[in-house]
């Protein structure tokens, strides 16, 4: 019964919840960056999803499941089925680069259970052990002999991926979600019990307690900086929207497709509202609970810093290393990532699965052997281009970035300003009971875009230059972005296709009709 | 840890815990009374593919 909104949930909940949100709070002075992180929650994040949530059973009523399908049907234009390309493309490429990272989870998890992690104090072990083992050092050393372990985790993630998707939705993604979300919330809890009773590990270090790990984590001030001045700070305005944006799955194309799938009578508002209540509880909850308190404890400040990568792989590992019964909890978190990581990716197949059956009229079958072969070759380009992790660098940045800004700003712009706000209320209060109040449509139409199009701007003033000096300068990185422009034109033929045939659908159903109609006279 | 940190944590753990629950209870709720609340049984391609 509650089968899509775990599912959602699963595809929400991932490693960002636990490595990305919990660095970014204790970069921002972490109890003050709650503040923009919860009013970009209620301003950016609440309204996108009820909108995403509310176009996709729009989409579905009439017949369609993948997001130039679903865009067809909000803005009947010629062109508007080609911007949903992203709608393909984003879930797609994200998925060649998650599966990468899911088999880095999945093989810890595996290290741990049978005793070869931790290695021991020193960090620098566990640098070299992440380095090499993800094949950083050159381009194509993972598909050396030496590097065959991690190959294999890829494949069997591989394999359970399509194993899942193949049994359907109901059968394999909902019924993993259902199955993988609340094992992932008892690991968790088990992890967080295990934290907050940490006490003061070391005597010798009496600062390093769980009262000072927590308040790294929640001060909304430091010795340096107070709260309004830390509120003052607008990175940190921006790094919590963002954080709201990529946390809660919107403008993935995942959503919209599953969406798609509930009847008129659904609640959409509240599957939305539960879906995010469920992201939002496992990121503040568990993650914020989790990851830098235990850095802090086991390891001191300096530690509880870094990068997603580097906190999740290199910095917890030795947390584990500090901790009793650290090889228990260290299975546990990275059987928790894992689980995370699987819901995730799974839920990113299916766009493009709907896409095949009902753009190309291909069985489900077919979809996914054809979905197989594309994301084998994608995954092969991330794994083979592993040097510095460039290809996955590149991918996560025009893809898993880039384009979700894009796609979600033109999904808030048709749904507010093509198919109109009027309407898109009029659908979204339909099956449900909860308040869908008028100012919500002013917030679609007008609030959202901008802050979505302000953070979009001041990101790419940011960032894109110096992605585009690294196509320049790195050889790699420019053949994985000729790989995704060769990838973004594949699924833009392939959507042409699919309009000549829906156009071809549509004149036999108007044929149909009109001999009907004749009938009837 | 300091005040601001307890209120901060607390009042955050408080309002996401009460925003989760809050939403599976009203999910609850109304599933018992409305039979396919959020089922997509009978509306997957996958579905329609076995009964071909």
């Known amino acids: ?521 | 840890m300091n005040i601001g940190g307890w209120v901060i944590m607390i009042l955050s753990l408080v309002f996401v815990t009460l925003f989760f629950l809050g939403s599976l209870y009203m999910v609850i709720r109304r599933g018992s009374k409305s039979g396919q609340l959020h089922s997509t049984f009978d509306e997957t391609p996958d579905m329609k593919d076995i009964d071909q």
Request: glycine letters at 12%; proline letters at 4%; a negative charge.
């Open chain 1, 1 to 521: 019964m509650i089968g899509v909104i775990l599912a959602v949930m699963g595809s929400a909940i991932g490693l960002g919840n636990f490595l990305r949100f919990p660095g970014l709070a204790a970069k921002y002075e972490g109890g003050a960056f709650m503040v923009p992180y919860f009013i970009a929650l209620f301003l950016l994040g609440l309204p996108i999803a009820w909108m995403e949530w509310t176009i996709g059973r729009v989409g579905g009523e009439k017949g369609y499941h993948s997001t130039p399908g679903i865009f067809r049907i909000l803005w009947p234009s010629k062109g508007s089925p080609y911007l949903g390309f992203l709608g393909i493309l984003v879930p797609v490429g994200i998925y060649m680069y998650y599966v990468f990272i899911e088999a880095w989870c999945l093989y810890y998890a595996y290290q741990y259970a049978i005793g070869a992690l931790p290695l021991g104090a020193d960090s620098t072990a566990y640098q070299q052990f992440f380095a090499t083992f993800t094949g950083q050092s050159a381009d194509g050393s993972l598909f050396s002999f030496a590097h065959s372990n991690l190959m294999i985790f890829l494949l069997i993630c591989y394999v359970l991926n399509m194993i899942i998707i193949y049994r359907g939705i109901a059968g394999g993604i909902e019924l993993v979600s259902m199955v993988g979300i609340p094992v992932l919330f008892i690991a968790a809890g088990a992890i967080l019990f295990r934290v907050l009773t940490l006490g003061t590990p070391d005597v010798n270090l009496p600062d390093q307690n769980v009262l000072n790990g927590l308040g790294f984590m929640w001060n909304p001030t430091t010795e340096t900086t107070g709260f309004f001045e830390a509120l003052s700070n607008s990175d940190m305005w921006l790094a919590a929207a963002g954080q709201i944006f990529f946390t809660l799955s919107v403008g993935f194309g995942v959503i919209i497709t599953y969406s798609s799938y509930l009847k008129r009578g659904d609640d959409v508002i509240l599957s939305a509202t539960t879906s995010v209540a469920g992201n939002t509880f496992a990121e503040v909850a568990l993650g914020g609970m989790i990851t830098i308190p235990a850095a802090f404890i086991l390891l001191g400040p300096a530690a509880a810093g870094g990068s997603s990568f580097t906190l999740g792989f290199i910095t917890l590992p030795l947390v584990f290393e500090h901790m009793a019964w650290g090889s228990l909890f260290g299975f546990l978190w990275f059987f928790l990532l894992f689980i995370a990581a699987i819901t995730s990716s799974i839920s990113m197949l299916q766009p493009a699965i709907a896409f095949f059956e009902e753009g190309l009229g291909t069985n489900r079958s077919i979809s996914i052997t054809i979905l197989s072969f594309i994301t084998l070759v994608g995954t092969g380009v991330v794994a083979f281009f592993s040097k510095g992790l460039i290809g996955l660098d590149q991918m996560d940045f025009w893809i898993g970035t880039l384009g979700i800004f894009l796609l979600a700003t033109i999904q808030v712009i048709i749904a507010g300003w093509i198919f109109g706000i009027d309407r898109l209320l009029t659908e979204a209060r339909s099956g449900t009971k909860l308040p869908v109040p008028n100012w919500v449509g002013f917030m679609i139409k007008y609030v959202s875009p901008t802050f979505l199009l302000v953070i979009f701007g001041f990101w790419l003033k940011q960032n894109l230059f110096g992605y585009i000096d690294l196509l320049v300068e790195n050889e790699s990185a420019r053949l994985t972005f000729f790989f995704i422009l060769f990838l973004s034109g594949f699924f833009i033929m392939l959507i042409i296709q699919a309009m000549r045939r829906w156009a071809h659908l549509d004149e036999q159903t108007n044929q149909s009709e009109n001999i009907e109609n004749r009938g009837l006279k």
